[in-house]
């Protein structure tokens, strides 16, 4: 049978809500034989309930996870926040670590899955790091590109997925990894330093800044990230 991986899903606002995700990540799940199962986040306490229910978890990109989770005043930069999402992803987290289910992160979902285990963020690369390098390409258009090198630490697993100490990248968030959360250890960094993918000591956690999902068409290396996911949920 196939792995049955949950997503999460992002609450519009309006008058008439709507919970959505980008199709790219449904589509990533389904190429790399998954079924993708997604999670709407209208109440709190059900995370037991479905991790029980899944194979796997993906946490995907979105807005940025609010600060006051982990113990800091909101700086200027910060926009798209939904505590009641951050509230049911980081449920979500915990118990996936706890009934030992693979969980992977990507971008807001790194970020979001180091909070969950007590790690802290920068807010903002550009206005906390005098940043030069680009982490924020604009527009639809040129996500599928890669704009920036990553260098993976040697004994890795992202090393050993690439083959080699660097690769390049997509890119497009302003906000990253400051202090590791329990259990995670960096496995790349970008060249002014910024923590650009992380896994766990047992291999179950692991997560990027990048967006493999929008690359790995045209990159097929990327998919090791979403067929890894499809492997761990099988076992």
């Not at 990109?61 to 910060?78: A, M």
């Not at 899955?113 to 390409?137: E, F, K, R, W």
Request: proline fraction near 4%; include cysteine.
């Amino acid at each position: 049978m196939k792995p049955k991986i949950g997503i999460t899903l992002h609450r519009t606002v309006g008058s008439e809500p709507k919970y959505v995700v980008n199709n790219s990540y449904i589509q990533a799940i389904l190429t790399h034989g998954g079924l993708p199962v997604g999670l709407p986040h209208s109440e709190s306490g059900n995370a037991k309930d479905y991790i029980s229910d899944l194979d796997g978890l993906l946490c995907p990109g979105g807005g940025d996870v609010n600060p006051l989770v982990y113990g800091e005043e909101t700086s200027r930069g910060v926009n798209g926040m939904c505590r009641e999402m951050d509230d049911f992803e980081i449920e979500l987290v915990k118990e996936a670590v706890s009934q030992k289910k693979p969980v992977f992160g990507i971008c807001r979902g790194i970020q979001l899955i180091n909070v969950a285990l007590g790690g802290t963020l920068i807010q903002d690369i550009v206005s906390q790091c005098n940043s030069g390098l680009c982490h924020y390409q604009d527009g639809d258009s040129d996500k599928e590109e890669v704009i920036h090198r990553v260098f993976a630490e040697k004994n890795t697993w992202t090393y050993k997925i690439f083959g080699a100490e660097s690769f390049e990248v997509n890119s497009y968030h302003h906000q990253a990894v400051k202090d590791l959360g329990a259990g995670l250890r960096t496995t790349a960094k970008s060249s002014d330093g910024i923590i650009e993918a992380v896994e766990s000591e047992d291999g179950l956690i692991y997560a990027v800044q990048w967006h493999p999902e929008r690359i790995y068409r045209r990159y097929p290396v990327f998919s090791k990230f979403f067929s890894a996911l499809i492997d761990k949920a099988h076992n």
